[in-house]
């Protein structure tokens, strides 16, 4: 009874074709099915290669933001700590007859700023973030070691070749 599969004629190595042989002989087995099983393994393989490659290349790219976010809160919190050393330092303490109006002053003022804080969070203006992206540049704000070396040759590949 002829099969509808397809029928194809190849060469081994000597000691491929013998590791097959021997595989083929085992009850239940043999070469067709032993190399079907094979290229089938082959290619599964090949398509975890592919997933893995995209697996890691989203790895690197979650790398790379975790590694932006965790320098934006180091200059968070160095920019709070430089607040709080300069406020304690020139704000005189508040003598003991004035704190109960020193204390109300500063409940007004707390509710302006909780306030504040809500329209710019409603607004979606992020201020320090804004500051953050002025201050702090990437690696796209610097020359890459090409440009550098196009800007150290005196005279451009056109001028040169014209010359």
Known sequence: MPSSKPRLAIYFEENNYSHLRAIAQRPGEDCSS???KALKAFF????DVQRDAALIRRLDRMTRQSAVLKRDQIVIAEAFTLFVRYFL?????????DKK??????????????KSLRTV???????????LEDIVSDETAYFT???????DDPVPEKEAIDA
């Open 145 to 151: 070691k090409e440009e550098l070396m196009r800007l």
């Open 89 to 97: 330092t020139v704000i005189p303490p508040v003598p003991d007859i």
């Open 44 to 47: 599964i393989n090949e398509h």
């Open 34 to 36: 032993v190399v079907n």
């Open 101 to 114: 109006s020193a204390q109300a002053q500063g409940a007004v003022r707390f509710e302006g700023y909780l």
């Open 121 to 131: 969070l409603a607004d979606g203006e992020r201020i320090l973030f804004t500051a």
